[in-house]
């Protein structure tokens, strides 16, 4: 097995300002654009580093196979285009980015729908678990009523106990902390538990909720911006390497920010109107804008962009349906370029589906191993774990909700109780009024 660090990352030449990698300053920005030697840093020579290791780490004899996880999809779908039609035994992409309908310019917006599908899940499962707490109202809904009033300055929880939440901007610090909250599957469940608190608003839930803003997310710092909400980038001596936030922007902004066939790129004016009506995110599409008006040095593209490989090889999607980093329409989509691919969708499944499904579901990383084996007969049905239906997520109850409730609340209820009673409907009132004040969506 090769792992190697991605060319401008960790240990290959990162790319760094004095040694920092977090996101770049004005100083930093200044430091890059003296480089002359940032065009070596492409996906595409990223690309060719993988092959040369090929050349020289594996045996002769050897079946090699290719895995991409994410962004390395994008990186291993390069190394594809570039190797010829058969160079490898068979590839597993999993978590897979489209590389001719990638637009990170709408990432934000994406990431948001993937997240309702998940709030709409919750109303579905467990006869309406979710609904009946918003007497009927739907989850996505009473979301809405609250982020609108917070916005408005208007919701009462927030202006008398979280007041660095209320206005346009003090809510981008709770849209952060449910997304940074979206961080594996069962995390995630955290989310109706914050929506529930914040309408109830008793003294437990202030308490819950303060461990929660405070404590986990540090919003109330009053130098808090979406960009350095995510803690520094450290060193991980266990893979001796780290992530990287000037690179990932690098890359975004040279290859993944737009896609030329959809016509002109948005303005600054209609990214913002976006981000406006989403519910929760992280504003990468903020942070990266920022950086693109302030002149942050790219890479130029080259002749394999927005391009599809051409192969012979058989090849493995493996997604999740509760994806938000990589969304099953892009995944759809690109099944449907290249229908001879098998895809394997796991329903109650996020980013990185191997890593990342519900307890006891061993069934991704089966699959890959059956494709391994047999990447040409291989099909997800032979497997029993794929054939049987999944059982509904429970949102509420089981060891994996209370550690996530010790995590976020530092209580072991997520709710303050097994069984929540339900809220009063009006406090999710009819939004129009609200809406009167938000620019049109785009």
Not at 35 to 51: E, G
Not at 62 to 73: D, H, I, P
Not at 175 to 194: F, G, K, M
Not at 328 to 347: C, D, I, K, R, S
Request: aromatic share 12%.
């Amino acid at each position: 097995i090769i792992v190697p660090d991605y060319r401008g990352v960790g240990t290959s030449s990162e790319i760094n300002c004095n040694g920092s990698v977090s996101y770049p300053d004005d100083a930093c920005i200044a430091m890059l654009k003296a480089r002359s030697d940032l065009k070596h840093f492409s996906i595409t020579n990223a690309a060719r580093d993988v092959l040369k290791l090929v050349s020289d780490l594996a045996l002769p004899s050897a079946k090699v196979f290719l895995y991409g996880e994410s962004f390395g999809t994008y990186w291993a779908q390069r190394t594809m285009q570039i190797a010829g039609p058969d160079a490898f035994a068979g590839v597993v992409l999993s978590s897979a980015l489209n590389p001719v309908l990638i637009a990170m310019a709408y990432f934000d917006k994406i990431e948001n729908l993937a997240h309702l599908r998940f709030l709409d899940s919750c109303d579905r499962d467990l006869n309406g678990f979710c609904s009946r707490l918003w007497g009927g109202a739907l989850t996505r809904h009473a979301l809405q009523s609250v982020i609108l009033k917070i916005k408005a300055r208007k919701h009462r929880c927030v202006l008398e106990n979280f007041p660095y939440l209320s206005g346009p901007q003090g809510v981008k610090r709770l849209q952060v902390a449910l997304h940074r909250a979206n961080s594996d599957i069962y995390r995630r469940t955290v989310i109706p538990a914050v929506l529930y608190r914040l309408s109830r608003c008793d003294s437990e839930d202030v308490r819950a909720l303060r461990f929660f803003l405070v404590d986990v997310n540090g919003v109330d710092d009053p130098n808090w911006t979406p960009e350095n909400s995510f803690p520094p980038a450290q060193f991980n001596p266990q893979y001796n390497t780290r992530s990287n936030d000037i690179y990932f922007y690098m890359a975004l902004l040279s290859e993944l920010w737009w896609n030329p066939a959809a016509g002109p790129e948005p303005s600054s004016r209609q990214i913002e109107a976006i981000l406006d009506r989403a519910l929760i995110l992280q504003y990468t599409t903020e942070g990266a804008q920022k950086l693109k008006e302030r002149g942050f040095p790219i890479f130029p593209k080259d002749e394999y962009f927005h391009k599809h490989p051409v192969v012979q090889y058989p090849v493995l999607l493996v997604s999740g349906d509760w994806d938000v980093a990589s969304p099953m329409e892009g995944v759809l989509a690109l099944h449907q370029t290249h229908p001879n691919w098998t895809l394997a969708e796991f329903p109650y499944s996020a980013h990185s589906a191997p890593l990342n499904s519900i307890d006891s579901d061993f069934c991704p990383p089966l699959c890959i191993l059956g494709f391994v084996k047999d990447p040409v007969g291989f099909r997800p049905g032979d497997l029993s774990c794929y054939r049987e239906a999944r059982v509904p997520f429970d949102f509420t109850a089981g060891r994996r909700q209370m550690n996530v409730s010790l995590e976020f609340f530092n209580t072991p209820l997520l709710f303050g109780s097994a069984s929540p009673s339900p809220l009063d409907p009006n406090l999710f009132e009819d939004t129009q009024q609200l809406r009167l004040a938000q620019p049109a969506e785009v």
